[in-house]
């Protein structure tokens, strides 16, 4: 949707290498949610973040929220094949609504 | 916990057919959500309910879509006459009261209408 970009649209990376992923929102933000999606299956929720200069870990992914640029990023430290599928962002934006971002394709070769 | 299950998985039907697409949410769960996913598009939502009613179906293409949700275990979405632009993967989700809660996506309905 266009209240919220990601960057990049796509990446391939060396397995071993740190990336980061970018999601932008047009609207003020109350919360920012990450998704991981493989191809042909649901959406699994990775982390959720409330709070403006929050930012949580899970195994090797870290997500930070910026509230004043509406923003978050994620990042992957020592990427492995097992990473790769697409990126989601979703946020709970002004309105009581809610958005997916287009999505990162992520690709890590081995 | 199952977690949310959809039915059929996969779905082909000519054009003009009505297609019913099936949501079971996790138990416990008070809101549903009905999603479209294409590659053009990326991943919409179409509508969602809270304890059952609808609350917003500003994301629903058109008149030939329809959702309903009859009690708080079962819920459906119709698409009669379907076309071919109605082909893309449908997924449903369920989340604890709208807000501020993670959602839980079921594996999705591929259709396809030739």
């Known amino acids: 949707s266009q209240e919220l970009e990601q960057s990049p649209q796509s990446l391939i990376v060396q397995e071993g290498k740190n990336l980061t992923i970018n999601c932008t929102s047009s609207k003020t933000l109350y919360g920012l949610y990450w998704y991981k999606q493989k191809y042909g299956e649901g959406l699994i929720f990775l982390m959720m973040l409330q709070k403006g200069g929050e930012e949580k870990s899970h195994e090797k992914i870290t997500a930070k929220l910026d509230e004043k640029k509406q923003q978050s990023s994620l990042h992957i430290t020592a990427s492995q094949p097992s990473h790769a599928g697409i990126y989601l962002c979703?946020?709970?934006?002004?309105?009581?609504?809610?958005?997916f971002g287009t999505g990162t394709s992520l690709t890590v070769i081995p | 916990d199952a977690g949310v299950i959809q039915s059929p998985r996969h779905e082909v039907t000519e054009m003009g057919q009505e297609v019913t697409l099936r949501c079971k949410p996790i138990?416990?769960?008070?809101?549903l959500f009905w999603y479209r996913q294409t590659m053009m598009r990326g991943l919409e939502l179409l509508i969602y309910?809270?304890?059952?009613?609808?609350?917003?179906d500003s994301g629903m293409p058109e008149d030939r879509f329809s959702a309903k949700m009859p009690n708080a275990s079962f819920s459906t979405l119709k698409i009669q006459p379907s076309e071919p632009r109605d082909s893309a993967v449908y997924f449903c989700?369920?989340?604890?009261?709208?807000?501020?809660?993670?959602?839980?996506f079921g594996p999705g309905t591929r259709l396809t209408v030739t």
């Open positions: 989700a369920s989340s604890l009261p709208q807000g501020r809660n993670e959602q839980y």
């Open positions: 309910f809270n304890n059952n009613v609808p609350i917003d």
């Open positions: 979703g946020a709970d934006v002004i309105g009581n609504q809610f958005y």
């Open positions: 138990s416990g769960h008070n809101s």
